[in-house]
Each structure stands twice: as C-alpha cells, then as structure tokens.
T-cell receptor, first 114, second 113 residues
Framework: DAGVIQSPRHEVTEMGQEVTLRCKPI?????LFWYRQTMMRGLELLIY????????DSGMPEDRFSAKMPNASFSTLKIQPSEPRDSAVYFC????????????FGDGTRLSIL | QKEVEQNSGPLSVPEGAIASLNCTYS??????FFWYRQYSGKSPELIMF????GDKEDGRFTAQLNKASQYVSLLIRDSQPSDSATYLC?????????????FGKGTLLTVNP
C-alpha cells in the first residue's frame, strides 16, 4: 500500500511568497492531520480533518495559514505571505476509523523561507 | 494548555543496556498514550501504544503507564545502535489516535557500540 504522500519534499522560497504544501492520505483513512516540527517547539498539530471537515484548527499560528481538504484523497496547507519564521518541516498524517491504528506520517516537506 | 514533557537528553547508553525514557502529561483526561521513534531526517513512526495502567510489552520494548502520577515511560531492553533516534511521547484525549495527539519535544537516545 502507498503511504501518505507529501509534495514537495523540499521548498525554498523568498519571504512574502505564497507556499502550498500538498498531501495525499492513505486510501480509506478518514482523518488527516497537519503538523509542523521545529527544534524549538517540537512537533505541533496545526489542524486536523475528519471526513474532509476541519475539526480543530486551534494550532494554526495565524491568518497567513490556511488548510483545505476538498475531497478524501487530497489536502493542502497554504501560507500566504510566507515569513522566515515559517521555516520548518511540515508533516501530514492520516489514520482510519479503527482507533487502535497509528497515525501514519508522510515523509514531510522541508520548508525554508529566505 | 495540555502539555507533554520529556527530558530532551541526549540519553546515552552502552549497547546491550536498558534505556529508560520518561514522559509526564498535564491533562488528567488523557486516555491514550503513544511512543513514536524518529530517526534524523525522517518522519515519526509508532512503536508502542498503551491505554491502561500497568505494563505493555512488545519484543524489546515495554511501555509503562501510571495515570495517577500522569506518567508514561518506555523501556528498551538490550539496546542496539539502531535504536539511536529521538523518541516522541504523544498523548490523546480520546481512546485512539484518530483524535488529535499532543507530542512532547522528544528525547534523543544514543546507543554506543
């Protein structure tokens, strides 16, 4: 089975540019999570969806961040405008309805804002 | 603010020794507890989960949970150099991982040959 697929793997862009990160969850999984990982703050949950509906976006740092899940097989996390402090590794994870299953993480997107 | 605390380490143990990783959490309503391993530059992967007080063993790994003390630990027996990684403790308010997880910042473990 294909795992969680994220793109791009690496993104380097200049401050002020729009950044779009993409995630394809594992087929059949109905919950999707976006995380950000930095050395200072560790792994933080930004937002999660159940059945394509955003359930909790309290971790989204500010209005510059937005996330969508238009269908069960695709989600985006957008930063506009980007700032250097947004530099981090962004992970997407998905899990199915069986609560005993782990969240499966994608390989992450390493984002650098210059 | 629900918090999960871990010693950042690094924790260094010789090959073959027992490595003990500890985690405390602030939310008494937490029900599910997970240990993830993350190799440098890689994504987290689940190695253990525990829901009930007591011990849960899986091969060389044992998770221990004490809800009264709000404490969860991971023991790694016969540590191997391949166990060298950052170990993340995660806590869920619900009875599974399809709810949001709060992660600790992780403990870096180094197993010396």
């Amino acid at each position: 089975d294909a795992g969680v697929i994220q793109s791009p793997r690496h993104e380097v862009t200049e401050m002020g540019q729009e950044v779009t990160l993409r995630c394809k969850p594992i087929s059949g999984h109905n919950s999707l999570f976006w995380y950000r990982q930095t050395m200072m703050r560790g792994l933080e949950l930004l937002i999660y969806f159940n059945n394509n509906v955003p359930i909790d976006d309290s971790g989204m740092p500010e209005d510059r961040f937005s996330a969508k899940m238009p269908n069960a097989s695709f989600s985006t996390l957008k930063i506009q405008p980007s700032e250097p402090r947004d530099s981090a590794v962004y992970f997407c994870a998905s899990v199915g309805t069986n609560s005993n299953q782990p969240q499966h993480f994608g390989d992450g997107t390493r984002l650098s804002i210059l | 603010q629900k918090e999960v605390e871990q010693n950042s380490g690094p924790l260094s143990v010789p090959e073959g020794a027992i490595a003990s990783l500890n985690c405390t959490y602030s939310d008494r309503g937490s029900q599910s507890f997970f240990w993830y391993r993350q190799y440098s530059g890689k994504s987290p992967e689940l190695i253990m989960f525990i829901y009930s007080n007591g011990d849960k063993e899986d091969g060389r790994f044992t998770a221990q949970l004490n809800k009264a003390s709000q404490y969860v630990s991971l023991l790694i027996r016969d540590s191997q150099p391949s166990d060298s990684a950052t170990y993340l403790c995660a806590v869920s308010h619900s009875g599974g991982s399809n709810y949001k997880l709060t992660f600790g910042k992780g403990t870096l473990l180094t197993v010396n040959p």
